[in-house]
DNA sequence: TAACTGTGCTATAACACCTAGTACACACAA
DNA sequence: TTGTGTGTACTAGGTGTTATAGCACAGTTA
């Protein structure tokens, strides 16, 4: 369900955060449905409770996920993420075409690329 | 010339790395060009030389820029540039373009910012 | 009640990052 | 040659983040 590399350099955290974030904007889970427990995760991937609770902790605070003491963590509707990381995203895309077009990819294929759908892309 | 925040949590080197890949994406330094020097950079940014010259090694690594002792560093051509480096970017852009059609941002406004030429993106 | 849930706290170890200081070899111009 | 500027290398230490272990409390549900 999640994947975990202890040898990236990435804090695991970050890596359960964006795994999870990646669970809810593929439709794996939807809004309103229950994200697995932190001592669930926390089992299943053999990483302390605490850090997954850091992840679930980042992605509430993005908006993807709201949590409720005693009965778990649920995936938040679309419109409840947050301003600030639309514009990150808005930010990070013309960042990455403006250096492509900067290495002679085509804008063509910059725009296939943003229209693609099904990729495995982290 | 290079703005470095230190209350950002990004390292200091790569924002120094990622300010001098902009500086080259950009068309502010043009291939061949000289770039700033370790001290120099040092100076006039308060860093220590060791920080900038981890950036220098981090951009060489990337390709933009290769170094000549005794005469500085200089930009690279676009075509020097690693294919890995293009295979990240590519991979981020696709990312952030279906994270953002999950948040309902509509394709035109996509594609617009894939399009968009100058801005202050960072 | 029992088992699950989120949440909070302390303490510790490991690691990356940044700094300070020093030193060497090379290129270039006076 | 001498002086200056350049990249590069090394040691050492301080600091903050990350991840761990362990414990505890309160709320929810069957």
Chains 1, 2 share one sequence.
Do not use: C, H
Request: proline share 5%.
């Amino acid at each position: 369900m999640i994947e975990v590399d202890f040898r990236d350099a990435r804090p695991i955290y970050e890596q359960v955060r964006d795994g999870l974030r990646r669970l809810i904007i593929t439709g794996v889970i939807e809004a309103g449905e229950k994200l697995p427990s932190v001592r669930v995760l926390s089992a299943s991937l053999a990483i302390n409770p605490n850090t997954i609770q850091k992840a679930m902790d980042a992605l509430e605070q993005e908006g993807y996920a709201y949590s409720v003491p005693g009965r778990g963590s649920f995936a938040a509707l679309p419109t409840d993420v947050g301003e600030g990381r639309r514009r990150e995203l808005l930010k990070r895309l013309s960042a990455a075409a403006q250096e492509l077009r900067f290495l002679g990819v085509p804008e063509e294929e910059l725009i296939e690329a943003v229209r693609k759908r099904e990729e495995d892309d982290r």
